[in-house]
């Protein structure tokens, strides 16, 4: 096989793994609460990279830091997984799984209006124009298409999933000044983030329900949300001649997301969802045609 032809395979099953995750997120909700979902994925995506940079060699390499890069990961991790998946998963038992799935991919116009300050980039006329365009797909979604009459489902859910897609724009602006090896770095990371996660649990005097579905929720969120299919996208970005054509496909993952939570969730698609992830996906495409 081909390496491009790989890095496609690579790229679509993580595209197609990422896409089960939103309907993940509501099923296990279903039996357990948001905090202790996130201190199972954290805990087990954790030991995954745990293993795979201890396989590949990499471990003793992992923690040879100077103290940048150590503060470096103690704010990353804070960011993700801590404060990112702890408001998405309180949205997520808060909205519709379709309105969940579809506010989360606001985060690429987030970090388009984080640039302008934190990196200074200039922005022109096309990409104001492609903000527009995906911010009418957020009001539609936010207003499930009654623009001149709003019912807001629920404010508190639609809030909580708006700041996730700051923490996690926050996070990729970071990411992108740390120039250490990906899968070494996350795993760093998460050692930090499982730590303010279990922090935040004992301080919260969280309650834990040990039940099969919980588990097995946090054992697959973990794996296919946060570890795995993280490290497969690494992969297919290195084997990919160009990460445009790799990353172009990752398009197709809330389309994908909104049919999982049909048939998983049994959930019926509305049209403004659908309208209003049509607008926000063309703006961010657009977006990155005029950059």
């Not at 940079?53 to 103290?67: A, E, P």
């Not at 990196?119 to 492609?130: C, D, E, F, M, V």
């Amino acid at each position: 096989m081909k390496k491009q032809q790989k890095a496609y395979l690579l790229a679509l099953s993580a595209i197609l793994l990422w896409s089960t995750a939103g309907s993940a997120f509501k099923l296990s909700l279903e039996y357990i609460s948001s905090t202790q979902l996130l201190l199972y994925a954290a805990f087990f995506s954790m030991l995954f990279l745990f293993s795979w940079v201890t396989i590949s060699g990499k471990l003793k390499d992992s923690f040879k830091l100077s103290k940048k890069e150590w503060l470096y990961s103690a704010i990353m991790g804070s960011l993700n997984p801590f404060l990112y998946y702890l408001v998405l998963f309180e949205a997520y038992d808060l909205l519709l799984a379709q309105e969940a799935v579809a506010l989360n991919y606001v985060w690429p116009i987030t970090l388009v209006l984080l640039s302008i300050p934190v990196l200074k980039q200039r922005i022109g006329i096309y990409s104001i124009l492609a903000l527009f365009i995906s911010f009418a797909g957020l009001l539609i979604i936010i207003t499930k298409g009654a623009v001149y009459g709003i019912e807001l489902s629920s404010p508190r859910g639609i809030f909580l999933a708006l700041i996730s897609s700051l923490f996690w724009a926050s996070y990729w602006l970071m990411n992108m000044k740390d120039k250490r090896e990906e899968v070494a770095k996350l795993f760093v990371n998460f050692c930090f983030g499982f730590s303010y996660i279990l922090i935040y649990a004992l301080i919260r005097k969280a309650e834990f329900s040990f039940n099969p579905e919980g588990i097995g929720g946090g054992i697959y969120v973990g794996l296919f949300e946060m570890g795995l299919t993280y490290v497969l996208w690494l992969k297919a970005l290195r084997l990919s001649s160009t990460t445009a054509k790799v990353s172009n496909l990752a398009y197709i993952a809330p389309f994908l997301s909104l049919m999982f939570v049909s048939i998983a969730v049994g959930e019926t698609i509305y049209y403004y969802t659908i309208g209003g992830l049509v607008l926000i996906v063309a703006g961010i495409v657009l977006q990155k045609l005029v950059k």
